[in-house]
């Protein structure tokens, strides 16, 4: 693309003497002064026309994951920018992907993590990440050197360390991919943690060892002590990086302490410190990975009670918007950029790794699970394993660092390039197709997306009290032992630096408020908050608005109150913290209205007045 | 008093073999730690345990050591004194399941569980949890938060109690009054959780050999 200016006027020709002037253009066509910022818009432009024709046919996104379709509309463009211009599409720039691309994702990702069973479960997420990761990028990489040795397969010139390099980066099990196939299947939270954990904890071991094997390719000799760095190079990328993060993160939360004057540029704050992050720990070659995730979780507790309620909607909304396209384009770019010249076919290579790529996953997740069953209070069945090992898919991120590999280093690049693609697609189209039908099969726990109910919430709270109790008897020092310390610590000094109204907050009372809001909210939009006042606003106007009613008359209110309200309390609307999708609730919020609307009806018909056959309720009109 | 199903009783013996005997040995120090030396435990040997102060439901877990309901016997009330035998009874509530366990196994293990956490709601031992009741529970929780009026503590009571009855009687008339939260009304509203997994501590997990019933 690129056409030239054109104009009406005649262009002023080389041989033209200097008289001749150019007449004045009444339309010109000057495509190279926005050829950058045209194409961006044309490209984010088509994904979200892709995803919107995806969805026309609603059973094609439950059967094959959006991650599939995007890429072949990719190879399908690609083809036809290759047809077309008969050389290779602009192939996805690698620093486009890891600056622009794949922080917003990662950021939403981390936003949204569910602490409580991250925390939980960390330990066996580190052990999968790094040690899984080190046993498949070893094992790979020294199998596939086996591979290689065979003459008959014409691969003798790939050394043991370009295959050590190879293997590194092609066991990334990468947060993307797995993002888009987990999501459609709800699977139990914990298993979705420990995959998805997994696959965000791995960056920092992944960016170890591929700078690690990658220096040791262009060093003649390697000596013990580099290996040495290279294990202390991964505490500090590791370490590095989650300390970056925690920093912003309490810097994003101090910040938003004050920002209650301007509330309408609260959001940027959020998106900006969490960037900075990310490109500070990618300015000191740290996980970039590990710095967004942890800004995000630190960030997330203090700056959500900051902020107003407007501005917290605008940073969800904006954050899940900003991942979806991302992701989206960066499936397009990968079915692009596969469609072209930089490949090489070589059927040993390929199939082996292949196939190297899924015996090493199988076999690393059943022998680390019976080394972390020992330590984990719930164990690890074979379902559970079996998903663990079957979701770890390849994605961008592999594909990125192939393409950022030094062709003089690396003769048979494209080779490698060829290799990563088949991995690629074979895991997000076979694996991610296959999924949901093996999890029905195999009936693994769903999660229950049942609403957060108040009692529940309730429960939840008595039942860590209770923990805790026992704990404290036992004389054990449990998780629940290093949790209330934490809290304790969050309450005394944290919260107070960090949030500006600070008052100490219960989990079930503020998830009783927000339900109280929503069923507020709801009520008025369905236009029938005149006659039965939810306890809350009950609560609020007794202090001093009204003249005061005795003891027992308030009891006698409330008592009423309750009773009614069970007709029309149905069910509150979920509030969903991990996606935004209120296809069910809004079709509940109908229903539910329907119902009030009939059963509002029947009441009336029934007694041929709301207020006859209830004089106290009528009383509460007057107080009202 | 008030239909309370029964859940069979396995034979202590049998429940302290669930415990291994190196976890056994580790409480048995702890007990005798808490009873200074004493074979039985009173309430006020609580007392001395520190962290156990800031909890605020305090109360009730002291409590449910003494609830006689929990000690398998079978009278009702409290006792004023525990020995040995009675704290491992306590404890092994918290046992976490084991890999080879079926579903009755499981069912059973889930109810006991459930009735434990019943028994510290219905303090006054009638098989019901009532609305007052469930109003003492939820001020005791948010009792460490000095903000908090009573009158939010009681709304949100009430607006939880509403919830239950919405799940265990569904639709009602305007006239119809819930009682109060029976057992089999608590195992339907704790039906998606799966307590037997959440309900343990960590340190009875040493090393727990299969056992058979």
């Known amino acids: 693309p690129g056409a030239a200016a054109m104009g009406t006027g005649t262009p002023p020709s080389p041989s033209g003497t200097a008289f001749e002037e150019t007449r004045l253009h009444v339309f010109t066509l000057d495509y190279p002064h926005v050829q950058i910022p045209f194409e961006i818009t044309l490209w984010i432009l088509l994904a979200s026309l892709a995803k919107i024709g995806f969805h026309l046919y609603h059973k094609l996104p439950s059967i094959v994951p959006e991650s599939c379709l995007l890429i072949l509309v990719g190879l399908l463009l690609g083809g036809i920018i290759f047809g077309a211009e008969e050389k290779s599409p602009p192939v996805m720039n690698s620093d486009v992907f890891f600056l622009y691309l794949l922080p917003p994702i990662v950021l939403d990702a981390g936003y949204f993590m569910p602490t409580r069973l991250f925390f939980e479960n960390f330990g066996t997420i580190f052990w999968y990440a790094v040690v899984g990761t080190l046993w498949n990028a070893i094992g790979i990489g020294i199998s596939l050197y086996g591979i290689c040795q065979i003459s008959a397969f014409g691969l003798t010139d790939i050394t043991l360390l370009q295959n050590l390099l190879f293997g590194s980066l092609i066991s990334a099990v990468d947060p993307v991919a797995v993002l888009a196939v987990f999501e459609n299947i709800h699977v139990n939270e914990q298993l979705y943690i420990l995959v998805f954990g997994e696959s965000l904890l791995n960056d920092a071991i992944t960016v170890v060892l591929y700078n690690l094997f990658k220096s040791f390719c262009q060093m003649r000799t390697i000596k013990v002590i580099d290996i040495f760095a290279g294990i202390a190079n991964f505490f500090i990328v590791g370490i590095g990086g989650v300390l970056i993060g925690i920093l912003l993160g309490f810097v994003a939360a101090f910040t938003t302490r004050f920002t209650h004057k301007i509330r309408v540029i609260e959001p940027l704050f959020v998106f900006l410190y969490s960037y900075l992050s990310y490109i500070t720990a990618e300015m000191f070659h740290l996980s970039g990975i590990m710095a967004i995730t942890a800004c995000a979780m630190t960030m997330n507790k203090y700056v959500e009670e900051n902020v107003s309620q407007k501005s917290y909607t605008t940073i969800k909304y904006f954050m899940k918007m900003l991942s979806s396209v991302s992701e989206t384009l960066i499936f397009i770019f990968m079915g692009v950029s596969t469609v072209g010249k930089n490949h090489e076919w070589n059927w040993a290579f390929v199939s082996f790794t292949l196939l190297f790529c899924l015996i090493w996953r199988a076999l690393g997740v059943f022998v680390l699970t019976q080394i972390i069953n020992v330590f984990r209070t719930i164990p690890l069945t074979f379902k559970d394993q079996f998903i663990i090992a079957y979701g770890g898919l390849r994605g961008a991120i592999c594909f990125s660092l192939v393409f950022l590999l030094p062709p003089a280093v690396f003769p048979r690049k494209k080779l490698f390039i060829t290799a990563v693609i088949v991995v690629i697609f074979f895991t997000v189209f076979i694996q991610g197709i296959t999924i949901r039908p093996l999890v029905e099969f195999l009936d693994v726990k769903r999660s229950n997306k049942k609403q957060p109910a108040v009692s529940e919430e309730i429960y939840n709270r008595f039942f860590d009290h209770v923990k805790t109790g026992i704990e404290d008897v036992c004389g054990h020092w449990g998780h629940n032992f290093w949790r209330d310390k934490f809290k304790k610590f969050d309450n005394k000094y944290l919260r107070r630096l960090l949030i500006r109204e600070n008052q100490p907050k219960s989990s079930i009372v503020s998830l009783y408020k927000k339900l109280e809001i929503k069923h507020a909210i709801e009520m008025a939009e369905s236009g029938m908050i005149s006659k039965v006042p939810s306890s809350v606003s009950l609560s609020d106007y007794h202090e001093g608005k009204i003249k005061p009613l005795s003891p027992t008359e308030m009891e006698n209110m409330r008592e009423i109150l309750t009773k009614n309200l069970y007709q029309i309390r149905h069910r509150t609307m979920s509030y969903n913290r991990h996606s935004l999708a209120a296809d069910a609730g809004e079709k509940q919020a109908k229903e539910i209205l329907i119902r009030r609307r009939h059963s509002l009806r029947e009441s009336l018909r029934k007694t041929n007045s709301l207020s006859r056959e209830r004089p106290v309720l009528a009383f509460s009109n007057d107080f009202f | 008093t008030g239909g309370v199903p029964r859940v069979p009783a396995p034979v202590t013996s049998v429940l302290s073999l669930a415990v291994t005997s190196e976890q056994i040995e580790h409480l048995h120090r702890r007990f005798k730690q ?161 307590i037997e997994t959440k309900m343990h501590v960590r340190f009875l997990n040493v090393d727990t050999i299969a056992h058979c019933y």
């Open chain 2, 34 to 194: 808490l009873s200074q030396d004493q074979l039985t435990i009173r309430k006020e040997n609580f007392d001395s345990i520190p962290d156990l102060e800031f909890n605020p439901i305090r109360g009730k877990i002291v409590h449910a050591f003494f609830d006689k309901r929990n000690l398998r016997q079978e009278s009702d009330g409290l006792a004023d004194e525990i020995n040995f035998e009675d704290f491992l009874t306590i404890m092994s509530y918290f046992r976490p399941i084991e890999m080879n366990m079926d579903e009755e196994q499981l069912d059973r293990f889930r109810k006991e569980k459930l009735k434990f956490l019943f028994h510290m709601y219905d303090s006054d031992h009638d098989g019901k949890i009532t609305l007052q009741e469930y109003r003492n529970v939820v001020e005791e929780l948010l009792s460490g938060n000095p903000h908090l009026e009573k009158e939010s503590a009681r709304s949100i009571a009430d607006g939880a109690m509403m919830e239950a009855a919405s799940i265990c009687v569904g639709q009602m008339g305007p006239d119809q009054v819930y009682e109060g939260i029976t057992f089999e009304d608590f195992l339907k509203m704790w039906q998606g959780i799966d």
